[in-house]
C-alpha cells in the first residue's frame, strides 16, 4: 500500500495473488476526517461499481442538519413588502411624512426627500430614462444622493455608482462600460468628468426644479435591475455586476430576522 496527498492504491505485490495484509496510514492534514475516509472505503466495498461523486461523505444527520441550516427559503404573501426597496420608501412616505428621512447637514422628511425624487425622476424620463436603462451617480454621501437613487428608481431605471474617491481613469472606464442615459452629479465633482452638459444632470438643474412633484406612473418588477456594481478592476478593466430589486429584498429580510431594526 502506498499513502500520498491525493489517495492511496492497494494491491499484490509484484502481481503475485493470494491475500494481502492491508495497513492505511491516514494523514489528518492531507486527508481531512478520517471517518470520511472510513464511509468512501466501505461504499467501495459494498458497490465497486459505482462512481466516486455518488459516495456521501456525510452521514444521514449530517445531511440533514445541512439542509436544516440552508432552508432560508420564505414564502411572502402578495403584496406584503412590494417589488422593490422603493415600495418600501413610499410605505414610509405615507406612515410617517414628516419624519427625518435623511439627517446630516441638512434634516430631510420623508415628504421632501420623495418629492424631489419624483422630480429627478420626471426628468430623466424626459431625457429617455426607462426599464435596466443605467443612470449614473457622481456625489459624495449626502441628501442629494439619496434623492438621485430614489429617483432613479421612480423612473424604472438603474443606477451606476461613481464613487468620488475613485481614480479619474478608473471612473471614466466604468462610464465607458456601463454607457449610462445621462449622470446626476454635483455640480462641484461634474466638472472632473469632463463630459457635455447634455449628459449631466443635478438635483438643483432647472429640468428637475420644473418637473412635477407627484410620483410617476411607474411599475417596478422584482427581476428589474436596481443597480449595476462594477468590481476594482484589479486583475483587469472593471466589470459590472447586474443587481434586480428582488436581490435588495432578500438581503434586507435576512438581515431584518438577524438583527431587526
Known sequence: ATNS???????????????????????YGQFGDARQQERVLE?????????????????????????????TTRMWADGEDGASVLDLFDRQVRMHPDRAACVGEVEVTYLELDRRANRIAHALIARGAGTDVPVGLFFERSADLLAALLGVWKAGA?????????????????????????????????????????????????DVLQASAQAPQRVLHPGQL????????????????????????NWLHNLWQKVPF
Open 158 to 206: 438603474c443606477y451606476v455608482p461613481l464613487d468620488p474617491q475613485y481614480p479619474p481613469g478608473y471612473v471614466q472606464q466604468i462610464i465607458e462600460d456601463a454607457r449610462p442615459r445621462c449622470i446626476l452629479a454635483d455640480p462641484a465633482l461634474a466638472v472632473r468628468l469632463h463630459l457635455p452638459a447634455s449628459q449631466l444632470l443635478h438635483p438643483g438643474h432647472p
Open 43 to 71: 461504499a467501495m466495498v459494498e458497490d465497486l461499481g459505482q462512481h466516486l461523486d455518488a459516495v456521501h461523505l456525510l452521514t444521514g444527520r449530517e445531511r440533514a442538519l445541512l439542509s436544516q441550516v440552508n432552508a
Open 226 to 249: 436596481a443597480y449595476v456594481m462594477y468590481t476594482s478592476g484589479s486583475t483587469g478593466v472593471p466589470k459590472g455586476v447586474m443587481v434586480p430589486h428582488q436581490q435588495i429584498l
Open 5 to 27: 496527498a491525493h489517495g492511496a492504491w492497494i494491491g499484490p505485490p509484484n502481481g503475485e495473488g493470494g491475500p494481502v495484509p492491508i495497513e492505511l496510514t491516514c494523514r
